[in-house]
């Protein structure tokens, strides 16, 4: 059994290492969908009893979308500076200095299991696949030693990679997980060596396969049953882990870090936000604000944090209690170390850093950045176009102490002249209350933190962070299907439940090599080709892979809608459509929209 070793903080106080640390991610979790929320359809008895055991965090922030918060937990950087800007996009080779990386070379085995989405492998869907053993951009290239891992989503009786040998597992996806977490830390506990394991869970991401006995009490079939059910089995595996850390006897010497990787849907009829604004994929609160626990036995004293925290400050946080110094790590580093609010009598009121998040949608770059109760989002979400006076350019400025309601927006303060309020010249002028000259003089100083923000982003994405000072290659994102080497495991993987999932969807959307894999599936024969180019941009995309559109045929004369955001706004009925083609997206160069819907069916044309 390795002696724990100890060391001072900042503060002064004695900071004992961790033998074992775990980070545990839900996918798409809300942050009200945990059941301290009071909300009735989160059965999470177990995260409720390690939050009451451990450090609550009330305001942890994580990137509105899955894969730039994964690559911000490993890089302890803003996901757009490693170049992971939206789902899918694979982490630079360059960013090399990752936790998994430091500990490893520091002695620690490092371990990831579940979900990777950080190798560039997409689905006209949304199933994952194993991780191929020599991929470039999966885990052993940043610092795993072992992984069981999936690209994407993946649901029960699921095909993982152990390290890159394809392995048939039976049950729900969080068990499996959690029983080869255990049996990781058990080896490394029996050897005497100290463990680090990332944790990440595919659920409760769509497209909802729990068990038939987890389904919450709501009708059979509906989203909100099978969304909450995927919810309880993953309670039940951090249950699980939790017991097994005290059958290893290891509870005291394990750092138990849970988080969720982005806000929750918008679609559920219980929404997920909590009454918070937005949603997943935007930066409002909904959308980044996320619930998050640290448990660890007789270190970590019970609490309830409203300070704010963010996925960057993981990394310096581990770095510090494994003893390692942080200018290992690829600067700059947009964190700061938990440790004094994990385990020092410092528990401070403030963040002494702004936390900045970057995000690219629409192919345009948002920012965020958050200093305590103040919060500035730039360009201006408010308005969907620029007006005449310019205000899309300008920041938006809120008190989160009031919420991020409309009215408790300074949006129109005129951060170029605060003497004046900029008004929309087509509506009637709002009175304004005058800001206080101190909260003026805070914006300002907000304002010019954001602007170093967004510039030193720019810098990064142009490769100055690292040794090279410049990109050694751009890393694109590709269909997994179209992939040579995983063409002989077609029928393999596409039988199972998330990729039958997709049938429907390829069938649906005409794509022609689909006929060609659903016979290969059938025949189990090796012999089709589907490595063509596609042939439309529509096909190179894959679509997005939101389940709901099942009622809909693409006919994709010209290339779609070119970001999946904007093809997200669409819904089954053909009113959304006539609205969606209207003059408020004149961006949109799609000819011909079949609607099949229960409602109504009809052709809506737009002319090019």
């Known amino acids: 059994m390795p002696r724990r070793r100890t060391f ?12 074992h640390i775990v980070i545990a991610l839900s996918d798409d979790q809300g942050w009200a969908d945990i059941g301290y929320r009071d909300n009735r359809f989160a059965r999470t008895p177990h995260l409720v009893a390690m939050a009451s055991n451990g450090l609550r965090f009330e305001r942890f922030y994580a990137t509105p979308i899955c894969s730039p918060t994964r690559a911000s937990i490993l890089t302890g950087r803003a996901a757009d500076r ?58 052993s290239n940043f610092g795993f030693e072992h992984f069981m891992s999936s690209t994407g989503v ?45 944790l990440w869970y595919p ?99 019970p609490s309830v944090s409203w300070v704010p925290a963010c996925v960057y400050d993981l990394l310096p946080t581990i770095l510090q209690l494994a003893g390692l110094p942080l200018s290992k790590a690829l600067s700059p580093q947009d964190g700061v170390s938990l440790v004094p609010r994990l385990i020092g009598s410092r528990r401070d009121s403030r963040r002494s850093k702004s936390i900045g998040i970057a995000f690219t949608s629409h192919f345009q770059p948002h920012y965020v950045l958050i200093d305590n109760d103040l919060k500035i989002i730039w360009p201006n979400p408010l308005y969907s176009g620029l007006r005449k006076d310019g205000a899309r350019d300008l920041p938006v400025f809120f008190n989160l102490s009031h919420g ?60 100055r962070d690292y040794p090279e000072k ?3 290659s751009a890393p694109t994102a590709e269909l997994w299907h179209t992939s040579e080497a995983y063409r002989r495991h077609l029928p393999q993987l596409l039988s199972r439940p998330q990729h039958r999932l997709e049938w429907k969807w390829l069938e649906r959307r005409n794509i022609s090599w689909w006929p060609a894999v659903r016979q290969l599936v059938d025949s189990q024969s090796l012999t089709v080709n589907v490595t063509r180019q596609p042939r439309s941009r529509f096909e190179a995309l894959g679509g997005y892979t939101e389940g709901r559109y099942n009622d809909v045929t693409w006919v994709p004369n010209r290339p779609l809608p070119r970001h999946p955001t904007q093809k997200r706004c669409l819904a089954t ?28 069916r009809g052709s809506y044309r737009r002319s090019s």
């Open 404 to 463: 991020e309601d409309a009215n408790q927006a300074y949006e129109g303060f005129n951060i170029s002249d605060p003497r004046k309020w900029s008004g929309n010249a087509s509506e009637p002028a709002r009175p304004r209350v005058p800001l206080a000259p101190a909260l003026v003089q805070r914006l300002h100083r907000l304002w010019r933190r954001m602007q170093k923000f967004v510039d030193s982003v720019a810098e990064s994405r142009s490769g």
């Open 203 to 301: 659920s409760p991401h769509e497209p909802w396969v729990p068990l038939p006995q987890d389904r919450c009490a709501s009708p059979a079939g509906t989203r909100r049953s099978k969304y909450y059910g995927e919810l309880h089995g993953l309670d039940r595996s951090i249950g699980s882990l939790r017991r097994g850390l005290r059958e290893l006897g290891v509870q005291n010497r394990t750092l138990l870090i849970f988080s969720s990787d982005n806000g929750g849907y918008s679609h559920m009829t219980v929404p997920s936000n909590g009454g918070l604004r937005g949603f997943k994929r935007s930066l409002w609160e909904g959308g980044i604000r996320v619930p998050a626990i640290a448990e660890w036995p007789g270190v970590v004293a």
């Open 82 to 139: 490693t170049g992971v800007h939206d789902q899918g996009v694979p982490l630079r080779l360059q960013e090399r200095s990752t936790i998994a990386a430091l500990l490893k070379a520091a002695g620690w085995a490092t371990a990831h299991l579940g979900k990777w989405h950080l190798d560039g492998f997409r689905a006209p869907g949304m199933g994952g696949v194993p991780i191929l053993a020599k991929h470039p951009h999966g885990p």
């Open 470 to 472: 410049r990109l050694l």
């Open 154 to 198: 993946f649901e029960v009786d699921a095909v993982l990679s152990r390290n890159g040998v394809f392995e048939d597992v039976v049950g729900d996806s969080s068990d499996v997980l959690a029983a080869e977490a255990l049996r990781f830390i058990g080896i490394q506990a029996h050897a005497g060596r100290k463990s680090f394991t990332a």
């Open 573 to 600: 009925c053909a009113h959304a459509y006539e609205g969606y083609l209207g003059k408020d997206d004149p961006d949109t160069r799609l000819e011909t929209i079949i609607v099949v819907s229960r409602a109504r």
């Open 8 to 19: 001072r903080d900042g503060g002064g106080d004695a900071v004992p290492s961790p033998s």
